[in-house]
């Protein structure tokens, strides 16, 4: 199950050409036993997820959910303990229904200051290795700085980077799901 925001709901992009829509495309090939479930939605915050989450993991019951979230809170400059705090619990409660979990890392723009950003930057690894979880350090890695990437909007990847994105989060699903 894919669990994120806008980036993984396919904001802007034509229907089935997001990097969920692909993965299921990409694991029907090599594994039909699976099945991907995106639910995520543009806009989530940490907030909006943690109140979601036990309804959506009762529904689906996952064996493996893919945690993106957090960039609409550090573009909102929530609080750093607040994200921090609202994915651990997203983290717990995945935990509790015995989900394994793949935590995906952001990073964002430098709009409140280097030592936020380090701080927001930093969340990621500190709940990957408190709760002994894979991570992807960032989603957007090799290309985020890279405008030829990005929609008008220059926040949400384009058709040509999805298949980026998912060769970021295939890197470390790929042994999650040989060992699941």
């Known amino acids: 199950m894919v669990y994120g925001d806008s980036l993984s709901a396919g904001y802007g992009l034509p229907q089935k050409t997001g990097w969920a829509s692909l993965l299921k495309k990409k694991l029907q090939m090599q594994s039909p036993v699976y099945q991907v479930i995106n639910a995520s939605i543009s806009g989530e915050t940490t907030l909006g997820g943690l109140s979601r989450i036990e309804q959506t993991l009762k529904r689906y019951h996952p064996n493996i959910v893919i945690v993106e979230l957090g960039a ?4 909102r400059g929530t609080p750093i303990k607040t994200i921090h705090d609202n994915l651990e619990a997203i983290v717990e409660a995945c935990k509790k229904n015995k989900a394994n979990i793949l935590l995906v890392g952001m990073r964002i723009p430098p709009n409140y200051g280097a030592i936020y ?3 927001f930057s930093d969340i990621y690894p500190q709940i990957a290795k408190r709760h002994e979880l894979k991570l992807v350090p960032f989603l957007l890695e090799g ?3 890279k405008f030829e990437y990005f929609q008008a909007d220059r ?3 384009n058709k040509n980077a999805q298949g980026k994105i ?3 989060v295939w890197e470390v699903l790929h042994k999650m799901i040989r060992s699941n």
Do not use: A, E, R, S
């Open 72 to 75: 609409n809170d550090g573009l």
């Open 117 to 119: 950003t380090q701080k």
């Open 143 to 145: 290309f985020g700085d």
């Open 155 to 157: 926040m949400h990847p």
């Open 166 to 168: 998912l060769k970021n």
